[in-house]
């Protein structure tokens, strides 16, 4: 029938997990169309929280088959441990879960060239969640990779111990220490119970479900600004992480794309370096961290924090298409009298709403407009109409400015803390 993109509009950790395990419902599929176990999808469900890498959040919603597309890389180890953390909780994950057999795989040897590049780069480091995506990408766009469908040939140890060989060449170039061998024996065990799993050609599967009425729902990986093409460069994911992206990481048209679902902070998080113009090195930053919980689900890093950057977010917003937007953890601001956004950047003397290509070695300073904070507790509240003024006003700027209408808020992490308009 038709497909809707959710994705993130900032640095990633902009809350999707949440809003797709919501959303999963209303659909017959739920598709993860690229990135890899860099991602930390979290979901509240009952107090209980759990984190997924690389299985798609509608994993949580009984009876929603769940699909990891062609452009996710898989880390067999990272993907095995996740199935097992599900099915101690009851969930019947072989019946629901359905993987491409042209998703690429992440071998043991990518992750230590991970781990040496970035060592290599000193304090030019690009803040590499070092789980080998950048290497495993390099590897497809340099037709070496191996895919999910080659663990079902007869010489896919032949195949897997030449792109091995292949590494270990490369990493001779790094004065890096490693030692793969438990690692490796964990991943071999790991394939051999990925085999027991429905492995599909998944674009197939998908467009016969869209004529046959299905339902789907992609959900994306990192955010918007960390996109390989239109993110703060070289300071991005290795892969693309906009509205497009779903087509080539799903085998699906364009024209099977309905609504654009973009999800936001009422402020901005960054993990990893990288330009962060309106970021709050400050006490403010620092509070905003803490009542956020502003820690990398994947990594446990402190993630850098600050106001809300409209610049980015119309630019976002451009790129993808969106057709509506979701805020996310509206209530971290509620103690705040007074909050801010980013409506302008000074680039050089002059004041611009665009996003300048040389982002990352020109100094860019904010230009905030500062507005009243609601100052109380949004957890009572179930309806837009019962919101204060205060935030009212503060969703009804950002619609303005970004030109989408806010259809979901969330005030809290837990499942029923989001508002729908």
Not at 358 to 363: A, F, N, P, Q, V
């Amino acid at each position: 029938m038709y497909v809707d993109v959710l994705l993130g509009m900032q640095w990633g950790d902009e809350g999707k997990g949440k809003i797709v395990d919501f959303l999963a419902p209303k659909y017959d599929i739920i598709a993860r169309f690229q990135g890899g176990p860099n991602a930390g999808h979290t979901l509240v469900i009952g107090g209980e929280k759990t984190v997924l890498h690389t299985i798609p959040s509608g994993i949580m919603q009984e009876g929603i088959m769940n699909v990891i597309g062609n452009g996710v890389v898989i880390d067999p180890n990272t993907l095995i441990a996740e199935i097992t953390k599900l099915t101690a909780k009851g969930i019947d994950v072989k019946k629901y879960l359905l993987i491409s057999k042209k998703a690429h795989l992440i071998l043991p040897t990518h992750k230590v060239l991970d781990a040496a590049s970035e060592h290599a780069k000193g304090k030019s480091k690009i803040g590499s969640t070092l789980r080998g995506i950048s290497p495993t990408y390099m590897d497809k766009t340099g037709r070496n990779g191996l895919r999910i469908g080659d663990i079902l040939s007869p010489d896919f140890k032949e195949q897997y111990n030449a792109l091995k060989e292949k590494h270990l060449h490369m990493l001779k170039q790094y004065d890096f220490e490693f030692d793969i061998a438990a690692a490796e024996a964990e991943w071999m065990n790991s394939i051999e119970t990925i085999k027991g799993f429905k492995l599909i050609d998944s674009e197939y599967y998908l467009n016969d479900g869209l004529r046959a009425g299905k339902k789907v729902l992609a959900e994306g990986a990192q955010g918007t600004m960390l996109d390989i093409d239109f993110g703060t460069y070289p300071f991005v994911t290795s892969s693309n992480t906009i509205s497009s992206g779903a087509c080539n990481g799903l085998g699906v048209a364009p024209t099977k794309i309905r609504e654009v679902i973009g999800i936001a902070k009422a402020y901005c998080t960054r993990v990893g370096s990288g330009p962060f113009p309106s970021e709050l090195d400050n006490d403010l930053g620092e509070k905003i961290r803490k009542i956020g919980g502003e820690f990398g689900a994947t990594t446990g890093r402190p993630r850098r924090t600050g106001w809300i950057d409209l610049v980015a977010l119309k630019y976002a917003a451009i790129l993808n298409g969106v057709t509506q937007l979701a805020i996310t953890k509206a209530d971290v601001l509620n103690e705040f009298e007074e909050i801010d956004m980013c409506v302008a950047y000074n680039v050089d003397g002059a004041e611009t709403t665009e996003v300048p290509f040389d982002i990352t070695r020109t100094e860019v300073n904010p230009i905030y407009k500062s507005f009243k904070g609601w100052n109380t507790d949004l957890s009572p509240h179930s309806k837009f109409e019962t919101l204060p003024t205060e935030v009212t006003s503060y969703l009804k700027y950002i619609e303005d400015f970004v030109g989408a209408p806010v259809s979901l808020l969330s005030t809290g992490p837990e499942r029923e803390k989001l508002l729908v308009k």
